[in-house]
């Protein structure tokens, strides 16, 4: 009897479980072993204890942090490995099948100035040269990679989408209750605090909007969320804007179920899960049209092309107009959208990668 195949994904984001990296991880894992039960899936976790959400389904291997120096690589064999993002440190000593997952290279698009930019360089130049395949998880993630990297031609380079990571959630009399003091319709916003996601333009528009507060959730313990908190005193708009910091699933739910609108403004994504999240709720998405937003928002999203308070508002409120002229068609057009981001089809098509690369080793 042939044993499994063995594949190996380096996926010790793991640890963030609910950092964007971390989300596509879970995801992404928990659908390939649902997809492919034959298959013997290896993870690199400091712990086993970070991999009992697999339910014993996944082997453990010891993460080292050594390891991400090439004296001290994993020297093991596997049929496969899988580099599951582009900044990933642990490579391994011996020639293998070898996949590699970009994200993006936004660091590139942003003029890649730092001697920390110019490491990660280096880093993905180094994961190209080894690559048997990449996938890239958008068209402008491909895009701008091809742009900033040599690639060669012959390499393929498939685009797999990420799934859809909302689940039905139920929120409780506490979550409800503890957010029933903002009585006024609210406009919603989750992301992490960095000068890229462009929070802070979010309070120039609402200066121009009296009807709404608005509720933007993510770590705001930053020095990008004390920009944010400096255009709210700047505005006037204490008692209209809130930072939340971290939030829970349920709560994220409560917000993503009740709020007027989902805003997200960000300048630079790779892919962008949570304008899918608020799509799945039928709820009207103002995104930049920017990178690789439009790809993800499709044709029933609305797009900010100038970030200043006025054109702003201007873009909010015929978006809203049209979509409360039209919400019902609007509400199955997005969820529809939605819908096309299924993690079971994102795993058949890398096992699809995986199969090929298998089959000529």
Not at 59 to 70: N, V
């Amino acid at each position: 009897m042939q044993k499994p195949k063995k594949i190996f994904l380096e996926a010790h984001n793991l640890k963030n479980m609910y950092s964007g990296f971390g989300q596509f991880n879970y995801w992404l894992i928990k659908s390939l072993i649902n997809n492919a039960p034959e298959l013997d899936f290896v993870l690199n976790a400091k712990s086993r204890k970070s991999l009992d959400v697999f339910e014993g389904k996944v082997d453990f291997q010891k993460y080292y942090a050594l390891s991400r120096y090439p004296a001290f690589r994993i020297r093991q064999k596997f049929d496969l490995w899988h580099s599951m993002n582009q900044n990933t440190k642990i490579e391994p000593a011996r020639k293998m099948p070898y996949v590699l997952t970009v994200h993006d290279v936004n660091f590139m698009e942003q003029g890649c100035n730092s001697k920390k930019d110019k490491k990660r360089k280096a880093l993905i130049e180094d994961k190209i040269k080894r690559s048997d395949v990449i996938v890239f998880v958008s068209h402008h993630a491909k895009k701008s990679a091809n742009t900033f990297f040599e690639i060669p031609e012959n390499l393929p380079q498939p685009v797999i989408y990420n799934g859809n990571p909302v689940q039905k959630v139920a929120v409780t009399t506490t979550v409800q209750n503890k957010h029933a003091a903002h009585k006024k319709p609210f406009l919603f916003c989750i992301g992490q605090f960095r000068p890229g996601k462009n929070f802070h333009s979010l309070v120039g528009m609402l200066s121009q909007l009296k009807d709404y507060n608005l509720i933007i959730a993510g770590n705001s313990n930053t020095s990008y969320g004390e920009k944010v908190a400096q255009q709210i005193e700047k505005f006037g708009l204490k008692d209209r804007v809130f930072l939340t910091g971290k939030i829970s699933e349920s709560e994220k739910h409560f917000y993503l179920q009740n709020c007027e609108a989902f805003l997200f403004p960000s300048l630079y994504e790779g892919f962008g899960l949570p304008p899918i999240e608020a799509m799945t709720y039928g709820k009207p998405v103002f995104l930049a049209n920017r990178t690789s937003l439009p790809e993800i928002g499709g044709d029933w999203a609305f797009y900010w092309n100038d970030f200043t308070p006025e054109a702003m508002a201007e873009v909010f409120e015929l978006g809203m107009t049209a979509y409360r002229q039209n919400t019902e068609q609007f509400e199955r057009e997005l969820k529809t959208r939605a819908a096309l981001f299924d993690w079971d089809n994102t795993a058949k098509q890398y096992l699809a990668v995986y199969d090929e690369l298998l089959q000529k080793d």
